[in-house]
């Protein structure tokens, strides 16, 4: 019983016939140029090799080439490349108190990842706390696991509101109090709770306990919450931050919270410090 080979080219064989669109050749057509069925076999240094073996060798050293080829484009990334990626970072953190240029969002997010994968590279528990120490603005916000483009253009922006984060370290090794301030006019909201830090991951976790809502000149109101003191709380539950960047001379943080979201801090000059971060008046 014969069969048929279906190709469809813009011109045929001379000993082709066409049929349909497309161009039947004949069984002996198909015969001359096909691997005969069975185990083919070639001689290579005096050895008998199958055709299996051939495949075999080739597709070994085709994944050998995939992974020179890999090496070799991670190689060409010079260390002015990951230098680039921090200037973004840099530049967009500067403009927020010094003003100038901004980044455009997409290189800021970006250059946050590049530098995150940069950075996990190297090694864990780089970051000492005191060196996080102090009052942070978010400057820039991400959600990496925004596949949508439409939805990445949302989350990847700019922090439009004054914000402050403050850490203030307590006598206990690695332990402090987190304060969260959003302000805006004569209105701010502040969270507040207690931490912990875990040098080995250079991760900040942490809780809620006192909620603070002031509006002008009105007395503060402030809401407790004694059920969230952080030794009762699972850590499988706790947010936190995750370090993997920390800047000391130019003044800026990154890191990736628990729920896989990317920010950029850059640390707030004195004159610029929110004095009563931690007094409630």
């Not at 603005?137 to 596949?147: A, E």
Request: with cysteine; charged share 25%; hydrophobic share 40%.
């Amino acid at each position: 019983k014969g069969f048929k080979m279906y190709i469809s080219l813009s011109a045929a064989p001379p000993s082709s016939s066409r049929t349909g669109g497309s161009f039947q050749f004949s069984r002996q057509q198909v015969a001359e140029h096909s691997i005969p069925a069975g185990p083919r076999k070639s001689t290579f240094s005096g050895k008998q090799i199958t055709q299996t073996q051939r495949l075999a060798v080739t597709s070994r050293f085709g994944c050998w080439s995939r992974c020179f080829a890999a090496l070799s484009k991670e190689a060409q990334r010079s260390p002015s490349d990951a230098e680039n990626q921090l200037n973004i970072l840099r530049q967009a953190a500067f403009a927020v108190f010094s003003g100038g240029s901004r980044p455009k969002p997409a290189e800021v997010a970006d250059s946050l990842l590049e530098v995150e994968k940069a950075e996990k590279a190297k090694k864990l528990g780089r970051i000492d706390l005191k060196d996080v120490a102090g009052q942070w603005t978010v400057v820039f916000v991400d959600d990496p696991r925004k596949r949508n483009n439409l939805e990445r253009f949302i989350s990847s922006r700019y922090f439009p509101v004054k914000n402050r984060q403050t850490f203030i370290v307590a006598e206990e090794k690695n332990a402090g109090t987190f304060d969260n301030g959003l302000f805006l006019g004569l209105f701010s909201l502040r969270f507040r709770g207690p931490f912990r830090w875990y040098p080995a991951q250079s991760r900040l976790e942490f809780t809620v306990d006192t909620l603070i809502f002031k509006l002008g000149f009105l007395p503060s109101f402030v809401k407790y919450f004694p059920e969230n003191k952080l030794e009762l709380q699972d850590r499988k539950t706790l947010p936190f931050f995750t370090f993997f960047l920390l800047d000391a001379e130019n003044g800026i943080l990154a890191g990736r919270g628990r729920g896989g979201g990317l920010a950029l801090y850059t640390r707030v000059p004195t004159e610029e410090i929110v004095q009563d971060s931690f007094v409630v008046s």
